[in-house]
């Protein structure tokens, strides 16, 4: 107990001694696993490299200036596949991910030893494969191009999207789905009535984040052929071709940063 | 017109909550239900239109047993029970023509009611109802820009247009300030009487209860302790209900209360 009293006088610490005690231990054991790991990375490192490494730097960026501006003119297309990748993506993956999230939500969903665990094994399955992996199964399953990007997209925001979602119907107050339950509504009206205005905000906030973070992930699909801007990226690095790196770089952080900017702004006329 | 016949409610925790309630109301009569906190007031109304569902008795709704009715032909009976509830639980983030107008969901198809396509003849009492209420100039309004008060009227337009033949009303005035509390009371009673209407009011203000129900209804732990007309509500009887008090300065405070009013009404009529 915290609160303990010795000669008359009450005294309070947050913790007991044993509980004290056992946290310092704990912080011990922490510190003697970063440690050991620290000595295992070190030995498996050629130091020598790493001393190199700041000469290196400075001769790859020296390489890599001036941009090859001209070759802005091939980048146009892929630049378009990669936001459209993200955007395609995102709409599947919302599509397949409303039912999903009202099967997992407690409240709503129509079986709660039956169905939800289905739910929140298919948002689980979905959440714990990368992007990049998904592209990388799609490519030898459908052939590389666009329609595998979006796919991987797809499938990968399938779970982040069910999950936000359901949690936020979870989150909802039960008094105003009750009203309308007492007008004698159909569990149609109930939910339309009831549920989805109150949903509304998260769904469009979640949405929109989404599609921020796909836009970014479909950056690098191309790496492994699964189309737009990643497809120049790779081609361009593995043929030395610094300075068109250099350019490609550039325009990712510009799109990521106009993708950014808008979804902000929409997030911002709808909450 | 409504009649309760020994109803009995235990929770899934073990509680019973009702211990065999009977209770009989006419048509039009306004019946106020008191107790303390937890004496199942709120599981008494919430039976009649089974948003909770009773354990054992019957409730019969003029010639129309309720406890005994399957899924469909339930919302067809909660379309003749109008709700009222503490919070107002309205759905926030719709109208407050789309709130009025979900009264009617129990009449309206499912796609007629998504697409916001009412009858014209619901659309003219919505707005007869908000004029009676005085707020017609508010009906494209959201809901939740409106006051305490604004939002606990636009409840009871929801729950008249149903065209109910009783309501239930459920604490209405518990998050109100006392001169807000009062107006409610008094709308909602103006209102039984001209509809004809029968209510049960839950209640914890026994002052509030007195000035404006003709019939008390005094519930202790889930027993009906007291019944008859608000002016034999002596300090026994509240004692009974509410446990061990000086009661006194409670009802003086009501005679007193009432002549003040009567004197402030008339000083008001005469200016």
């Not at chain 1, 030893?113 to 399953?141: E, G, K, Q, Y």
């Not at chain 1, 008094?175 to 004698?184: F, L, M, P, S, Y």
Request: hydrophobic share 45%.
């Amino acid at each position: 107990m915290p609160s303990s009293e010795q000669n008359g006088i009450k005294s309070w610490q947050l913790r007991t001694r044993p509980e004290q005690l056992l946290r310092w231990f704990f912080w011990l054991i922490g510190i003697a696993i970063f440690l050991f790991c620290w000595r295992l990375i070190s030995e498996k490192t050629i130091w020598m490299f790493v001393e190199d490494s700041p000469r290196q730097a400075i001769d790859m960026a020296e390489r890599m200036v001036p941009p090859k501006w001209e070759y802005m003119g091939k980048l146009w297309i892929p630049v378009w596949d990669t936001i459209n990748i993200a955007t395609l993506g995102t709409m599947l993956a919302i599509l397949i991910a409303i039912p999903i999230a009202f099967c997992a939500a407690r409240n709503t969903s129509p079986s709660l030893t039956f169905v939800r665990p289905i739910a929140l094994f298919i948002i689980v399955s979905s959440r714990s494969i990368n992007s990049l992996i998904w592209a990388l199964m799609l490519v030898t399953l459908i052939g590389p191009g666009v329609f595998a990007g979006v796919i991987a997209i797809g499938l990968r925001s399938i779970g982040f999207c069910a999950k936000l979602l359901y949690e936020a119907i979870e989150e909802i107050d039960p008094n105003q789905v009750e009203a309308i339950e007492a007008t004698g509504a159909s569990k149609a009206q109930k939910l339309s009535y009831g549920i989805v205005p109150q949903i509304m905000p998260a769904f469009a906030g979640i949405s929109v984040f989404r599609w921020d973070i796909n836009i970014r992930e479909s950056t690098v699909l191309g790496l492994v052929g699964a189309g737009g801007i990643g497809l120049q990226l790779d081609s361009s690095i593995s043929t030395l071709a610094w300075t068109q790196v250099s350019l490609i770089l550039i325009v990712i952080l510009g799109t990521v940063v106009v993708s950014e900017w808008v979804s902000a702004k929409i997030r911002h006329a709808i909450i | 017109m409504l009649r309760i016949d020994k109803l009995v409610k235990q929770y899934k925790t073990g509680d019973i909550a009702l211990k065999g309630v009977s209770l009989e109301i006419p048509k039009g009569q306004v019946l106020a239900l008191i107790g303390p906190s937890g004496a199942g007031k709120s599981t008494v109304i919430r039976c009649v239109n089974r948003l909770v569902e009773p354990t054992e008795g019957k409730i019969w709704l003029n010639d129309l047993e309720l406890v005994s009715l399957s899924s469909a032909a339930l919302r067809r009976a909660r379309r003749r029970m109008g709700m009222i509830f503490q919070e107002y639980a309205l759905v926030e983030r719709l109208s407050v023509m789309e709130n009025v107008l979900s009264g009617r969901l129990g009449y309206v198809g499912f796609w007629r009611s998504f697409f916001r396509k009412y009858p014209q003849n619901d659309i003219n009492e919505a707005y007869r109802l908000l004029e009676r209420v005085e707020l017609d100039h508010m009906a494209d309004k959201r809901a939740d820009e409106l006051s305490g008060g604004q939002r606990q009227r636009i409840g009871i337009c929801r729950a008249l247009i149903q065209n109910p033949d009783l309501l239930l009303v459920d604490e209405p005035t518990a998050s109100l300030d006392p001169k807000t509390s009062r107006q409610i009371m008094r709308l909602i009673c103006d209102l039984c009487q001209e509809r004809q209407l029968a209510a049960i009011i839950n209640i914890h203000d026994v002052h509030l209860a007195q000035m404006f129900a003709k019939r008390i209804v005094g519930l202790q732990e889930g027993k009906i302790v007291y019944d008859g007309p608000p002016d034999s509500l002596t300090p026994d009887v509240l004692t009974q209900i509410y446990g061990e008090e000086d009661w006194e300065a409670t009802i003086e405070e009501v005679e007193d209360e009432e002549e003040i009013e009567i004197a402030m009404e008339t000083a008001g009529a005469s200016s």
